[in-house]
């Protein structure tokens, strides 16, 4: 099947890590529709490792967890379908997931049917406890032809967490996403990390296969598995809501996957309404959905990136990751139209809204310049108008 756009939705891990049960998936499905998440266009529902029992039963089946999953997963998909939601589930191409329960090596049909007979939508598949003697490419191959002789439509969703080069394979092995980065944490140091190995890697992002930059952390405000106080080195690595705004605008504009992380039934507004915003998902999905290119670079960590939208906008993302200093705590970076296609002296230029604000910030020819502030990120929708 074609994704023909980012997948959006959520997922247990980095709230919830092995603490998962079937009151938090039911729950978390309601809310998804009742706070307006589904009709934003997050569909996906994951329940990410330790669902399953130790031990496979006596078929080689997988067996979910009696005591978190006490009426199976057929009833939790049922229960998803019913509310709108599609459901993912999670497996390994080794031994073992990463948290140590039994994974896929070997087992690749019998638990691609099993994961039909549950009616699964999208099955994410990850690289831990993998035999050095195997190819990760040909095992990642192999679920993806399983997958296939189900008959089910399921988003194959690779994770290696960067290892092995995913990037340069997985598309090709029938992956419709892939994790091009190691784990996230709900830490500034980590998402910028994250983003900044990835800026120049995503011109072939676009239908079919997605480099998925990992779960968003906005709203989890250092709580849970990912909580990220592992790397606080200082309290300014602890994410602030301005840096959940600029780890939102870049997932989106980049084209990544936009998997939430926080728990929803608990998030606070200002990061709900930030996860809402209608303006900034329209360019994570919009219809062309063509790959973002660098327009230019400053001093190594400031970047101007422009995306071409299906109605001839412009997407256009600033992004300035130089700290602050007491004498330089913006950069102004400039976005020259020649580069967004519209010469100068052609009579055209561009009328600009800032996406996240809404604020228009009108009429522009031959060029424009935004200012961006140390470690943050601006998101500018530009419109061609007759001048
Ligand atoms: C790996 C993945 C994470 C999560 C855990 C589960 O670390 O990269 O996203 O799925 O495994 O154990």
Redesign the pocket.
Known sequence: MILKKPPMGWNT?NTFGKNIDEKLILETADTMVEMGYKDAGYEYLII??CWSEMKRDENGRLVPDKKKFPHGMKYIADYIHSKGLKFGM?SDAGFY???GYPASFGHEIIDAQTFAEWEIDYL?Y?Y?FFPNSAKGDNAYLVMAQALRMTGRDIIFAA?T?GVDNPGEWARSRGCHTY?STD?IRDAKSSYVEILESQLDRMENNTFDCYNDM?MLTVGMNGIGNVSGKDRYRNASDAMKYEDYESQFLAWAFLGAPLIIGADIRKIDEKCKKLLLNRDIIAINQDAENRPPFRIEKYYERAHVFARLLENGDMAVLALNFHPETPTQKSLKLKIPFDDLGIRTGFGYGFEITNVLTGENLGIHEAGYGVAVKSERAVLLRLKIVKC
């Open positions: 891990w990410d490792d999670y997931t990463c948290a994410k990850d831990g994770c967490a994790r784990d990992d």
